[in-house]
């Protein structure tokens, strides 16, 4: 499913509309035809972007499908990453990209304007990585390379829904080629942030320098499998900055305060300020990116440069952290 700016691009006005037709829960005269043709499932999308809140309209709704997009295609590479060679050798994913204006199969529309599904796979399918299993709460490294990775440190931390900070553990490790290691168990910790309302948990691989090698930041529900206390997060007020690294290629900074709540899940898009839209393609290094307190992340974005191609805006709309628009400077 694309976001609400990739919908609006074949979807007519008068068919973007709450509730959403939902194929197979209704009489088939009451769907949306144009829904229906563009191939909207319906069923199995409710039942995974509900828990995070009934839409209150379509772009609501476009942006919750990308929490589904992101967690589901994560959870799919990591599943595989975390039993490479006892259950599975391989792993193939059919399809990226659709021929046309439909609503699955994409990690990138018709347009050429990606979604949270491409990164959350990308998160996923690092070489090296740090990954929980959602299921009993183990914590995982992964090394899906030939060669050994010595000195590594990782830092796994939790933060509740006000932004309250626990380091779980801070330690050194070691990874063998092609190897699964489990490093300690977070179901606790989890199972009691669940009482209140969920949880993040952050899981970064650094080296001697202190540099990040890989970082993997999860979001957990309630009790009841729902995410309420996502609902009941306080603004984030994340500062944005722009410059250009080359031609063609910028680099974002984005910045949350100290004893700030997350700022949660924020989308980067690069817009032509001649028309307002999105420069596409745009090819992001990352981008849906959940920024703790007091800490910082930087995404870079090439784009194709043309004889007339102005310098670009940036913007950024998070979960909790309201539009915001900057010039590269």
Request: some cysteine; hydrophobic content about 35%; charged content about 20%.
């Amino acid at each position: 499913m694309g976001d609400y700016e990739s919908l609006e691009r074949f979807i007519p006005q008068e068919n973007m509309k709450v509730p959403i037709p939902r194929p197979g829960q209704q009489p088939v005269e009451e769907a949306d035809s144009v829904w229906t043709y563009h191939t909207y499932t319906g069923v199995g999308y409710e039942q995974a972007l509900e828990p995070y809140g009934r839409p209150k309209d379509v772009r609501d709704f476009a942006f919750k499908a990308q929490l589904v997009n992101y967690d589901q295609y994560r959870g799919l590479i990591e599943g595989f990453s975390s039993h490479m060679w006892h259950w599975y050798t391989g792993v193939i994913i059919w399809k990226t990209q659709n021929p046309w204006t439909a609503m699955r199969g994409q990690m990138y529309d018709y347009y050429l304007d990606p979604n949270a599904c491409l990164f959350g796979l990308r998160a996923g399918s690092r070489p090296l990585n740090l990954m929980c299993n959602p299921v009993d709460g183990s914590v995982i490294l992964v090394n899906n390379g030939f060669e050994q990775e010595r000195n590594l440190m990782l830092v796994i931390k939790s933060y509740d829904m006000e932004g309250k900070e626990k380091l779980l553990t801070q330690v050194f490790a070691y990874a063998e080629p092609s190897s699964v290691k489990k490093i300690l168990s977070v179901k606790n910790e989890l199972d009691a942030l669940a009482k209140k309302g969920g949880a993040f948990l952050s899981l970064q691989i650094l080296n001697t320098k202190q540099e990040v090698l890989a970082d993997n930041f999860y979001w957990f529900p309630d009790e009841q499998g729902n995410y309420s206390g996502l609902n009941k997060m306080k603004a984030a007020q994340l500062s944005v900055e722009a410059r250009p690294v080359s031609k063609g290629k910028v680099e974002v900074r984005l910045k949350n305060p100290a004893g700030a709540p997350v700022a949660f899940f924020n989308r980067v898009s690069l817009l032509d300020p001649a028309t307002g839209k999105r420069i596409l393609p745009a090819f992001y290094d990352d981008n849906y990116v959940s920024v703790p307190p007091g800490a910082e992340r930087v995404v870079t974005v090439e784009y194709p440069l043309s004889g007339n191609t102005a310098t670009p805006l940036v913007t950024v709309k998070g979960w909790n952290v309201d539009l915001k628009q900057v010039s590269v400077q």
